[in-house]
């Protein structure tokens, strides 16, 4: 049974720092990019972070670059998003996501799993 199970989203303050963290089971961790999406009350789901799944390149929204770091560890099925001067758009649900791609016979799967998501506020 595939799982992903966030934890660490709060209420801070602007300026303050929360971190993430994302459990995986039931899958090859280590098969897969991992990211982390948020969305915003009455917004779109969007892309923050994204990290591949063997040489740990990342990505980031133009929106949080500098401030936030992804980062993994195979050895214990986790993701985590380090978030620093949070601002109070930064306020969403958090969701991690596990993304592989595969080519068989020509033809293109897609494995895509979602967490139930990690409510982050920044307010003062």
């Known amino acids: 049974q595939v799982q992903l199970v966030e934890s660490g989203g709060g209420l801070v303050q602007p300026g303050g720092s929360l971190r993430l963290s994302c459990a995986a089971s039931?899958?090859?961790?280590?098969?897969?990019?991992m990211s982390w999406y948020r969305q915003a009350p009455g917004k779109e789901r969007e892309l923050v972070a994204a990290i591949t799944s063997t040489e740990g390149s990342t990505n980031y929204a133009d929106s949080v670059k500098g401030r936030f770091t992804i980062t993994r560890d195979n050895a214990k099925n986790t993701v985590y998003l380090q978030m620093n001067s949070l601002k109070p758009e930064d306020t969403g649900v958090y969701y991690c996501n596990a993304l592989k791609t595969t080519v068989r016979t020509g033809r293109k799967y897609e494995y895509r799993y979602w967490g139930q998501g990690t409510q982050v506020t920044v307010s003062s």
């Open positions: 039931g899958f090859t961790f280590s098969s897969y990019a």
